[in-house]
């Protein structure tokens, strides 16, 4: 079991740019309790030098008073004191936080996107890194000082009256158990019905995003993975409720419990003659002070243990290892060239392969062509060739040397990709593009633009090259989104191109100006093209035709594999007859 605060601060130290301010922040908060706690205290000899007309622990009544007065003053200037540092500290963690997270994602290879964590970034970078900065802001300061604050009162009622310092002392431990058991029930509550909430929260995400395939189906309103996941939330919350009310109650019934058992025994005392009846009813009112305090430190406790899944997920990104990579650019060997060498893959470890034994050699200035079955493998080459993962065997070479001995920057600088979901930035058609290249001149940008066929969007586009495209590009259609990546690729000029032909985001206009622009860039590049359209197959240098395992079937000229018969030739001629279908009177 977790101890609130023992773990919570050593993670939190990480987050911030100044760890160093966190420890008089919490220093400031022991003091403020320690004075508040001595306040309380003050007021047991005080309340006993008045009921008996003599001086207590050496001082009289007014004594005392002036003690009492002191103390609560400095106690709530250390309080605002307090605030201040950890306000600050929650400042510096918000401002770090997100530099952190940023520089973190900034070096994780492309494929970390894929993981469960990344899709909860926008989430966790909006609201969820607000919730964290309370934990400084409001908990772990005010926790710090209920605790040095129950202490006190307790070696003061110590010191007053041993019997009452004994209750005490026997209280806290069974609060403080009672706390961890409680928040215990909290935790496995949570365990319950937190994963069906988010699955709901992706199929409520899904449903909208998939209205027009519900609609044309008739299926609007009756979509059955949300109504699935609508009514496993309602049990988990229903399964979980009994053990998040168990937790609460019985923190609530163990502080009515100590504080009968406080007053039972201060009454017994006062009765039996051993304890006055004004330092009794003093007694009472501190053990209740005692017993409100030891409720905060309760629900600091459990607000805290509530952050604890966030600060899970954000230690998640932060302690994320980038692939390793040498510190200098490696001297290319065979400068355009991309080589898979008895490559084996698999997305997870324990998993089926997806790439099994795959060799393939683009040389320079080529134009490869990946075909296969859906599922075999074609993406998951190019992603390995832009390093999104490390291969479980084999060696892949971009430009002559493993992409494990090269810089991302280094490996980057020699590849333009052009994937099926094109990403645009919410930005100016022309940025979109001119980002292809830093220091591009506008000459070059329209020269990219033209050849890929953007300037004819631009014209139709209210504002033109000036139009924003929105966040992602949904401005634009599939296919001219594409258009725009090819523009950006054919800027760039890379050594070598990456292009998956996305034919579902393409209509005959698209498709042409995607085809010409192909064209310019086998001029310029290397080029590893994962094929669907014919044209595109039969004009490749070379291709390589991947099978349902995950192996190469077969490499050779579009002739050489007809003649070959097997799994392209059947390909092409399925391909063919599909493509030869036309509409006729
Ligand atoms: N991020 C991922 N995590 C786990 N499995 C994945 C991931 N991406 C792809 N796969 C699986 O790897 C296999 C190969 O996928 P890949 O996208 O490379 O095939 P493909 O040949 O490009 O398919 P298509 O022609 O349909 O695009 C598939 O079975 C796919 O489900």
């Known amino acids: 079991m977790n101890l609130p605060l023992i773990d919570v601060v050593p993670r939190l130290r990480r987050m911030v740019s100044q760890p160093e301010a966190i420890n008089p922040a919490l220093l400031i908060a022991m003091a403020t309790g320690l004075v508040e706690g001595l306040a309380l205290a003050a007021l047991l000899p005080a309340i006993s030098s008045l ?22 003053l400095a106690s709530y200037g250390l309080n605002y004191w307090q605030s201040q540092r950890t306000y600050a500290v929650a400042l510096d963690f918000l401002y770090s936080i997100h530099r952190i ?25 909006s609201t969820e890194l607000m919730q964290a900065g309370e934990i400084f802001a409001h908990m772990i300061g005010p926790l710090v000082a209920r605790i040095s604050a129950a202490i006190v009162i307790v070696v003061a009622a110590w010191c007053w009256n041993p019997l009452l310092g004994l209750v005490l002392t026997v209280a806290a431990p069974v609060f403080v158990v009672i706390t961890l058991v409680s928040t215990g029930f909290m935790r496995k509550g949570r365990a319950i019905h937190e994963p069906e909430e988010v699955i709901l929260a992706d199929r409520i995400v899904e449903f909208s995003q998939c ?19 609508l009514e496993a939330t309602r049990a988990a ?15 609530g019934m163990v502080t009515q419990a100590v504080i009968v058992a406080l007053i039972t025994v201060a009454g017994s005392l006062a009765v039996s003659g051993s304890l ?7 007694f009472i009112g501190l053990a209740l002070r005692f017993t409100s305090t030891l409720s905060a430190i309760t629900e600091s406790a459990m607000a805290l243990e509530s952050r604890r899944p966030l600060l899970d997920a954000l230690d998640e990104v932060i302690t994320a290892q980038p692939l390793p990579e040498p510190a200098q650019d490696a001297e290319l060997t065979a400068p355009g060239t991309v080589e898979l060498r008895d490559v084996t893959f698999a997305y997870a470890p324990g998993a089926d392969p997806v790439l099994r034994d795959v060799s393939v050699t683009v040389p320079a200035g080529s134009m490869i062509a990946l075909v296969g079955p859906s599922g075999s493998g074609k993406t998951t080459i190019a992603k390995l060739v832009s390093r999104f993962y490390d291969v479980d065997a084999g060696v892949v070479s971009v430009g002559g040397v493993p992409v494990t001995q090269q810089r991302t920057e280094q490996l980057m600088g020699q ?7 094109v990403y645009l930035f919410d930005d100016t058609l022309a940025a979109n593009i001119a980002i292809g290249r830093d220091g591009a001149s506008a000459t070059e940008v329209l020269a990219a633009a033209e050849l890929a066929g953007v300037n004819e969007i631009a014209q139709r586009l209210p504002q033109g090259w000036d139009t924003p495209v929105g966040e992602g590009g949904r401005a634009l259609s599939g296919g001219e989104r594409q258009r725009v990546a090819i523009a950006r690729a054919l800027l760039k000029q890379a050594p070598i191109v990456l292009l998956d032909e996305a034919t579902s985001a393409l209509d005959v206009e698209n498709e042409a100006h995607i085809v010409a ?11 590893m093209i994962i094929a ?54």
């Not at 409720?241 to 019985?250: D, F, I, N, V």
């Not at 622009?517 to 080029?527: G, H």
């Not at 079937?553 to 097997?566: F, I, K, M, Q």
């Open 211 to 229: 209205q027009g395939a519900l609609r044309s189906c008739g299926r609007s309103e009756d979509f059955t993975p949300l109504a699935d996941a």
């Open 517 to 527: 622009a192909v064209e310019t860039l086998r001029e310029r590049s290397t080029v």
């Open 51 to 72: 009921a008996a007309d003599e001086a207590a622990w050496g001082m009289g009544v007014w004594g005392w008073v002036v003690v009492f007065a002191v103390l609560a």
């Open 237 to 251: 919350k229903h399964r979980a409720m009994w053990l998040e009310t168990a937790g609460m109650l019985l923190s």
């Open 276 to 282: 006055e009846p004004i330092p009794a009813l003093a």
């Open 415 to 421: 590849l333009s990709m052009v994937f099926q979901d």
């Open 101 to 125: 997270v940023g520089d973190q994602v900034a070096k994780q290879p492309l494929g970390w996107f894929a993981r469960p964590v990344a899709g909860r970034l926008s989430r966790m970078v």
């Open 532 to 585: 669907h359209r014919l044209d595109t197959i039969a004009k490749a240098d070379r291709i390589v035709s991947l099978d349902s395992d995950g192996g190469v079937e077969a490499v050779g000229t579009h002739d050489e594999l007809r003649a070959a018969g097997g799994t392209y030739a059947r390909f092409w001629d399925r391909l063919h007859s599909a493509q030869g279908w036309q509409l006729t009177n």
